[in-house]
């Protein structure tokens, strides 16, 4: 890629980061181009679809949080490695509202350009239940799915407005019934 390109890209990506989080998922394109202060052609041909930036915004933070999962595994134990991804998984989702929708949008289609990313980091807080099952202290009831959905609604209880102080209880709440061996934290 030219400089120039390059250039371009990086600033549209860190305008985009900057709208997204003020105004979630759904924010205009053509705001984004303003701001970056390029023609929204020249967001297009970065960044086709919503979907692709998003991608390209969220795939860091979806491959740290991967790798997060991968270090705690190795040294937190299996109860302590399922709470702290679900924890990440919530800190990382906070910095864009509505992005929720999207991610599970996006693992119910193939033809995303966020599905691998999303499938990866969900495969990797699976792989963190099925280690805690495996130990005996998480419910053996629930797949890695069901470990999403719940993530993915504790991230959602923390974007709206008035339930971000419940946010914490619950997540205590939902980490208790996860694992057997806690009480509400």
């Known amino acids: 890629m030219r400089a120039d390109a390059r250039a371009n890209h990086d600033r549209l990506l860190a305008v985009a980061g900057a709208v997204i989080t003020e105004h979630g998922v759904d924010a205009s394109m053509r705001d984004?181009?303003?701001?970056?202060?390029?023609?929204?052609?020249?967001?297009?041909?970065?960044?086709?679809?919503?979907?692709?930036?998003?991608e390209?915004?969220?795939?860091t933070s979806f491959d740290e949080l991967t790798e997060r999962a991968a270090e705690v595994e190795t040294t937190s134990s299996p109860q302590d490695a399922v709470m702290l991804w679900l924890r990440d998984f919530v800190a990382c989702t906070k910095n864009y509202r509505g992005v929720v929708?999207?991610?599970v949008?996006?693992?119910?289609?193939?033809?995303?350009?966020?599905?691998?990313?999303?499938?990866?980091?969900r495969g990797a807080g699976t792989r963190l239940l099925t280690r805690a099952q495996a130990a005996g202290v998480a419910r053996t009831d629930i797949d890695g799915a069901d470990l999403f959905a719940l993530a993915s609604s504790l991230a959602w209880l923390g974007d709206?407005?008035?339930?971000?102080?419940?946010?914490e209880h619950l997540f205590?709440?939902?980490v208790s019934a996860i694992l057997t061996d806690r009480a509400a934290v």
């Open 105 to 121: 949008k996006a693992i119910e289609d193939p033809e995303s350009a966020l599905h691998t990313s999303c499938v990866t980091m």
């Open 56 to 59: 390209a915004l969220l795939r």
């Open 160 to 167: 709206q407005p008035g339930l971000e102080a419940r946010a």
């Open 32 to 54: 984004i181009a303003r701001r970056a202060e390029v023609g929204l052609a020249t967001l297009l041909r970065h960044f086709p679809t919503r979907e692709a930036l998003l």
């Open 101 to 103: 929708t999207a991610m």
């Open 172 to 174: 205590g709440v939902v």
